[in-house]
């Protein structure tokens, strides 16, 4: 059994970390300083990671290329399997004229205001999505419909990306909060708790931080009642749903909430008229001119049959028919974690042949037999799915690769005990850790799997609450989201910008940096001036 090792270099944690952070710093430089493609970016990090993991960390070669092909299976199964299949729903709404039937329902029924669009589509709508699909999903879906009324592929983009965030911690029915529970021994349900009463506050400033981004404080003026109601009611549903409702149903009960109460506040207050956000002419002259044989309320079909597919699909656990758990050869409990007392490391694949991906499938193959669609441009959208994706899906296992090579090397758990190390400047950098562990491996389930018991170690070692860090975690991870390689390259692969991602990501940089540190200084609040928000466990372990 190969033991992690923690202070290779010169049995210095200090000179260890440096060496280990290089991986995830040449992804950073990559992307966001010199703007290479993410392809790029995530395969120079995973290269420099492979040389410091065998040749610094002392890991079998063996070993780190298992890690690497354990990461990029998990990348195609269940990660790219949901997000092909999400653009293949996407690609027969927009083939069925379904995706443009959206467009002239927005267009008709919201003001003409692209600010107004930019918060219920991209966020309200977006939410929904991420509790559906997630993995970047959102993000594709939400920045093409804001393109096609009027938005730069650019800023539409960076929006869905920032918006992106206060569903994460939540999605797929809870499942971040469920594996947290698990590793840090603490009840799922006091995290969930926890991280329902940070991650509304976020959730309840985004709309007002991304508006101001676009439309400056002027249109935070003319606008604060929706940025309100939208925000507001996302926050409160979330609270009330994590912390007194099941936190499984928190994404669909608070997505659903904020987009129904957006909908309603605007039949009976809209903003006043901006010409400079007013949605072209040009547009508005294609929509008339188009009239089209498809009425707009038809565009919200393929949405509606995904969401009752994975919400029956969940709730009657049919993911759970056929699944197989398989131990991965060569390097399941073939390396001991020394930061956890030599505990065995395990490498467990899940397959679920009828996980949410197939759901998703399922939702878009109805779809198509709802609007008509013949086989024939069924599989035309299946070829313009493969054309648009294959960088991602490449990009996507690359990077996930490079995690789980960080994660089975010990050059992860080197990070973390450094930034654990930092005494009491470990309140201000414990979102950070969460925020590194889901930039690179796009999952906010991952980022608790890899450092939500270091954060409880941490905390208990330096008299802080455990529940309220491994819950930062987990909201931490949210913020690293945004930057990800694996969302940004989901994002780009329908808006025309492959090859761009370096851009994207100079764009949304400073927007994690900072939300992230809103986060900390949140994070301070709690733990010293009103403590008695954290939940009480009676025993902790």
């Known amino acids: ?20 952070v290089l991986p995830v710093a040449t992804v950073l430089v990559l992307l966001g300083i010199l703007r290479r493609p993410a392809w790029q970016a995530s395969l120079a990090g995973l290269i420099a990671a492979l040389v410091i993991a065998i040749l610094v960390w002392k890991m079998p070669a063996g070993l ?43 267009i008709t029924h919201l003001p003409n205001d692209r600010r107004v669009v930019l918060v219920v589509i991209g966020f309200c709508f977006g939410a929904l999505l991420e509790g559906i699909a997630g993995f970047g999903t959102p993000v594709a879906i939400t ?38 529970g698990a590793v840090t021994s603490l009840p799922a349900t006091a995290l969930a708790q926890m991280i329902g ?12 931080y991304v508006m101001a981004i676009y439309g400056g404080f002027r249109s935070i003026k003319s606008l604060w009642p929706l940025l309100l109601v939208a925000g507001g009611s996302f926050a409160i549903s979330q609270f009330l749903a ?25 039949q009976v207050w809209r903003p006043e008229p901006d010409a400079q956000f007013a949605i072209t002419e040009t547009t508005l002259a294609a929509e008339r001119a188009g009239g089209g044989h498809v009425a707009p309320w038809q565009g919200w079909l393929p949405w509606v049959v995904v969401t009752i597919t994975v919400i029956a699909w ?36 899940v397959f679920q042949p009828l996980g949410t991906g197939t759901a998703i499938l399922l939702s878009a193959v109805v779809t198509a037999l709802l609007v008509g669609l013949s086989p024939l441009a069924f599989l035309g959208c299946i070829r313009q799915t493969a054309r648009q ?42 979102p950070f850790l969460g925020w590194i562990a889901v930039m690179l491996s796009g999952s906010d389930t991952s980022g608790n799997a890899l450092f939500g018991n270091l954060q409880v170690v941490a905390a208990q070692q330096l008299h802080l609450n455990p529940v309220l860090f491994a819950a930062t975690n987990s909201s931490g991870g949210v ?5 990800s390689p694996q969302n940004i390259a989901t994002g780009v692969s329908v808006t025309g910008m492959v090859g761009q991602e370096g851009k994207v990501f100079a764009r949304t940089f400073i927007h994690s940096i900072v939300l992230t540190l809103l986060l900390a200084g949140l994070v301070i609040v709690e733990q010293f001036l009103v403590p008695w928000i954290i939940p009480v466990v009676n025993t902790l372990h």
């Not at 200090?14 to 060496?19: A, E, I, Q, R, T």
């Not at 960076?158 to 809870?174: D, K, M, R, Y």
């Not at 009463?197 to 007002?208: S, T």
Request: proline fraction near 4%; glycine fraction near 8%; avoid cysteine.
């Open 242 to 266: 994590s912390n007194y409702i099941d936190y499984a149903l928190t994404d669909v009960l608070s997505s659903l909430g904020s987009l129904i109460f957006t909908l309603l506040f605007l």
């Open 143 to 180: 920045s093409s419909l804001l393109i096609l009324v009027g938005f730069a592929p650019l800023e539409a983009l960076v929006f869905g990306l920032i918006f992106n965030t206060a569903p994460v911690a939540f999605g797929a029915l809870g499942v971040p909060v469920t594996v947290l």
């Open 197 to 208: 009463r940070q991650l509304p506050i976020i959730a309840l400033i985004l709309p007002f």
């Open 64 to 106: 780190a290329l298992d890690a690497v092909a354990d990461g990029a299976t998990f990348a195609l199964s269940p990660v790219m399997w949901i997000v092909v299949n999400a653009l293949l729903l996407y690609n027969v709404a927009v083939k069925s004229g379904r995706f443009e039937a959206f467009r002239k329902w927005v």
């Open 479 to 483: 913020m690293g989201k945004m930057i």
């Open 389 to 430: 994706v294959w960088v991602a899906v490449v990009t996507v296992m690359l990077i996930i690769g490079l995690a789980y090579l960080m994660n089975y090397s010990g050059l992860a758990y080197t990070l973390g005990a450094g930034v654990a190390s930092s005494g009491r400047l470990f309140v201000l950098l414990s």
């Open 314 to 349: 969940t709730a009657y656990k049919v993911a759970l028919v056929g699944q197989r758990v398989i131990a991965w050869p060569g390097l399941d409990k073939a390396i001991s974690i020394t930061l956890y007392q030599g505990k065995p490391y395990a490498a467990l694949w």
């Open 1 to 20: 059994m190969f033991a992690q090792l923690l202070t290779p270099v010169g049995g210095s944690l200090g000179l260890s970390f440096l060496v280990a």
